[in-house]
């Protein structure tokens, strides 16, 4: 199907500005978002890793090499492009690197959202933002439930607590600078995303992969821990619907919303490691007992009832199909030197288009 008829032909010729574009997460947002036909605008500080899923897509938009926390620069680029739609994903975003960083980690994640609100604020041409803020925001009672949006915010660690300082922070802006509806402002909170063009530092998938192209075996920290695990097109389908209900002026959509795997995604970091050694017989680990261990959740779920009732969003592959798609994804990079990215989306959307999602009609 035509991909500029998606989520209702809304982002075709639409100006959109991506922060954190060249992350994993905002890197597959820009290719998608291209594919539907809008006019990007990237701000990012740097690449993340190396190799890096950003520069290998080669894509041909305007990306602003700049700080966050560079509050004028920000301004000044928001005015230059006047965009529409925001996409927030740049931030500090792991949580053992936060435990080392906790200052640099609040002023990405609490300042520079905040940097983000007042540019869009006064620029004068944004109707929608869509902040991305993590599943982790919530006050962990490591029990074997899903949490639900209204459920307390809370954060053992710096990187949980900012994002869920962030998702504070989103409210007040909604009750006090947004009460009139001219700019439209949700949060999404994601679970674990999996998929090819992670090699960030200390993530599962991303730490395996690396392993495997040298030929080690990962070491495991937490073989038990449970994750809500979903490929990365998953959330971004959520946060492109999102952005279409804001766009078209949908008030009840400015409100914090999961996106998450269904019960049967949520399972332990061995069976995810298992599952994936069944798509590549070249994955190895083993478990390990850690000195001075750092604080991590045990067990973490997501109800997702929200978004499947009240804006029609449903994932649209399961466990095994978005690990296969990852394996598959790293070991053509890593064997033929092939990417499988514009692939991936096509299939999924077709996918989709089968299951009949409201963002394929």
């Known amino acids: 199907m035509e ?28 290719l998608w978002l291209q594919k539907l036909g809008a006019e990007i605008i990237g701000y990012s500080i740097d690449l993340v890793s190396s190799p890096s899923h950003f520069p290998l897509l080669n894509l041909k938009y305007k990306t602003y090499f700049y700080d ?18 925001v996409f ?10 936060s435990y080392r960083n906790p200052v640099e980690t609040y002023k990405v994640n609490v300042t520079g959202t905040l940097n983000v609100f007042e540019a869009a604020r006064k620029c004068g041409s944004v109707k929608a933002i869509v902040n991305i803020t993590t599943d982790k925001v919530y006050e962990n009672l490591e029990r074997n439930i899903s949490y639900k949006e209204g459920d307390p915010l809370g954060g053992y660690d710096m990187y949980s607590s900012s994002k869920a300082c962030s998702e504070i922070m989103s409210a007040s802006y909604r009750r006090f600078f947004f009460p009139d509806h001219k700019i439209l402002l949700a949060t999404a909170r994601a679970g674990n995303a999996i998929g090819g063009g992670d090699w960030a530092d200390d993530r599962l998938i991303p730490d395996l992969m690396k392993a ?22 998953e959330p971004l389908s959520g946060y492109l619907l999102l952005g279409q209900n804001l766009i078209e002026g949908k008030n009840e959509v400015a409100r914090p919303w999961n996106f998450g795997p269904e019960e049967d995604g949520c399972i332990t970091v061995s069976d995810v490691l298992a599952r994936m050694k069944k798509y590549w017989n070249r994955v190895g680990f083993r478990n390990t007992k850690e000195k001075n261990k750092l604080h991590e959740a045990g067990i973490l779920k997501l109800d997702i009832s929200d978004a499947k009732n009240k804006i029609k969003w449903n994932p649209v592959w399961n466990i095994d199909r978005a690990l296969e798609k990852t394996a598959c994804w790293y070991r053509n990079y890593y064997e033929n030197k092939k990417i499988f990215s514009v692939d991936n989306i096509a299939e999924y959307v077709d996918d989709a288009h089968r299951k009949n999602l409201i963002w394929t009609k």
Not at 68 to 85: G, M, V, Y
């Open 212 to 233: 495997v192209s040298k030929k080690r075996k990962i070491s495991v920290r937490n073989p038990e821990s449970i994750r809500p695990w979903q490929h990365v097109l």
């Open 3 to 30: 991909m500029n008829n998606l989520f209702g032909g809304i982002y075709n010729n639409k100006t959109v500005f991506i922060t954190g574009n060249t992350g994993f997460k905002g890197s597959w947002l820009a």
């Open 68 to 85: 966050i926390l560079d509050k004028r620069s920000l301004e000044k680029i928001f005015l230059k492009h006047k965009p529409e739609i």
């Open 88 to 97: 927030h994903l740049a931030a500090r975003s792991l949580v053992r690197e």
